[in-house]
């Protein structure tokens, strides 16, 4: 009998793994404490629409990723996304042009990985605790205090801090993981009835609490009735700040929102704040995942590689490549 593989994480990183894992002819059980696919690329329902509070887009450079996203762009799971871009420094704001092709998804940031996950078997709502192996396989323990498995070998897709105690049964990857430093941001949504008189969609933030705001109805799919705005705090305004309550979070935020568009910004019909602890690396690598041949156990995540999409994406594929690299 073939045991399956398991997954922990159903973010990208850990979706990859499992698409490839799955056209090699291997059966894959995904696990993830969340109550839906994503990760950072989940989207939030709201009164409003849904609302993209992780990523706000992805770009494709690498070929193989390029040619996954026009898979998803085929599949209808992805548009590109041509904002009317700007950047502000020191509180001047000038128009920010480029050449980057960026990709959303349709009708929202999750649709990719809802799509993903079609014909895999997962457990949502499952935060898995430990990692442990028995005699000659491995077994998944969660917080309820439920075993899972047996397990022929398994792939640990979350952050770094998160994957650190799961690696424990590996002490060396435990130690590489647990090196790795994950930066917190503070995200808010705000809805207006009235639309804001700018003609900004995107910018790019300096100099302020604010790192990137986005006028979420300016995305291909998006059919919101009131104009709904995107906040990110940036990492070192967010790490100050990690404590401070969402309300206060969602009042400096839209000062500064104010601020950078040089007018009074009125009370919102609609406000919501999340906080990511775990949303980017804070430093580049090179690994691509992290492996344990030997026993079985792999890690993957952006934080691996590049800290974006296409960085998870392609660790993901990495930690499945190892893992089959040692099955032949």
Same mark, same amino acid.
């Given at each position: 009998?073939?045991?399956?593989?398991?997954?922990?994480?159903a973010?990208?990183?850990?979706?990859?793994?499992?698409q490839?894992l799955?056209?090699?002819?291997?059966?894959?059980?995904l696990?993830?404490?969340?109550?839906?696919?994503?990760?950072?690329?989940?989207?939030?329902?709201?009164?409003?629409?849904a609302?993209d509070?992780?990523?706000?887009?992805?770009?494709?450079?690498?070929?193989?990723?390029?040619?996954?996203?026009?898979?998803?762009?085929?599949?209808?799971?992805?548009?590109?996304?041509?904002?009317?871009?700007?950047?502000?420094?020191?509180?001047?704001?000038? *128009?920010?042009? $480029? &050449?980057? =092709?960026?990709?959303?998804?349709?009708?929202?940031? !999750?649709?990719?990985?809802?799509?993903?996950l /079609?014909?895999?078997?997962?457990?949502?709502?499952?935060?898995?605790?430990?990692?442990?192996?028995?005699?000659?396989?491995?077994?998944?323990?969660d917080?309820?205090?439920?075993?899972?498995?047996?397990?022929?070998?398994?792939?640990?897709?979350?952050?770094?801090?998160?994957?650190?105690?799961?690696?424990?049964?590996?002490?060396?990857?435990?130690?590489?993981?647990?090196n790795?430093?994950?930066?917190?941001?503070?995200a808010?949504?705000?809805?207006?009835?009235?639309?804001?008189?700018?003609?900004?969609?995107?910018c790019?933030?300096?100099?302020?609490?604010?790192d990137?705001?986005?006028?979420?109805?300016?995305? *291909?799919?998006? $059919? &919101?009735p =009131?104009?709904?705005?995107?906040?990110?705090?940036? !990492?070192?305004?967010?790490?100050?700040?990690? /404590?401070l309550?969402?309300?206060?979070?969602?009042?400096?935020?839209?000062?500064?929102?104010?601020?950078?568009?040089?007018?009074?910004?009125?009370?919102?019909?609609?406000?919501?704040?999340?906080?990511?602890l775990?949303?980017?690396?804070?430093?580049?690598?090179?690994?691509?995942?992290?492996?344990?041949?030997?026993?079985?156990?792999?890690?993957?995540?952006?934080?691996?590689?590049?800290?974006?999409?296409?960085?998870?994406?392609?660790?993901?594929?990495?930690?499945?490549?190892?893992?089959?690299?040692?099955?032949?």
């Amino acid at each position: 009998m073939t045991l399956p593989i398991a997954i922990i994480g159903a973010g990208i990183a850990g979706l990859s793994a499992a698409q490839a894992l799955k056209k090699a002819g291997h059966s894959v059980h995904l696990f993830d404490k969340g109550h839906g696919s994503g990760g950072r690329m989940a989207s939030k329902r709201s009164d409003v629409g849904a609302l993209d509070l992780g990523a706000q887009y992805f770009t494709a450079r690498d070929r193989r990723f390029v040619d996954e996203v026009q898979q998803w762009a085929n599949a209808g799971w992805a548009k590109p996304w041509s904002p009317q871009l700007f950047q502000c420094r020191s509180g001047q704001l000038s *128009p920010s042009p $480029d &050449e980057q =092709l960026r990709w959303v998804g349709v009708p929202r940031m !999750s649709a990719i990985t809802r799509g993903l996950l /079609d014909g895999h078997t997962v457990n949502f709502g499952c935060r898995i605790t430990e990692v442990f192996r028995g005699q000659a396989y491995w077994h998944l323990q969660d917080a309820e205090g439920n075993n899972h498995g047996p397990y022929s070998r398994v792939v640990i897709a979350v952050p770094a801090p998160q994957a650190t105690p799961l690696l424990a049964a590996t002490p060396k990857l435990a130690a590489v993981a647990a090196n790795v430093q994950m930066e917190p941001v503070w995200a808010i949504a705000l809805a207006f009835e009235q639309s804001l008189d700018t003609p900004m969609q995107g910018c790019f933030v300096q100099d302020s609490a604010l790192d990137w705001v986005a006028r979420n109805r300016s995305k *291909p799919g998006r $059919d &919101e009735p =009131l104009d709904t705005w995107v906040l990110h705090a940036g !990492s070192p305004w967010s790490k100050q700040h990690i /404590d401070l309550s969402k309300d206060a979070v969602i009042e400096q935020l839209r000062g500064e929102f104010a601020e950078l568009l040089h007018c009074a910004v009125p009370a919102p019909a609609f406000s919501v704040a999340h906080r990511w602890l775990y949303a980017r690396p804070a430093g580049h690598h090179e690994w691509g995942a992290l492996a344990d041949a030997d026993q079985g156990l792999y890690a993957c995540g952006d934080w691996c590689l590049s800290g974006r999409v296409e960085g998870a994406w392609l660790s993901g594929l990495e930690a499945a490549r190892r893992l089959l690299e040692h099955l032949d």
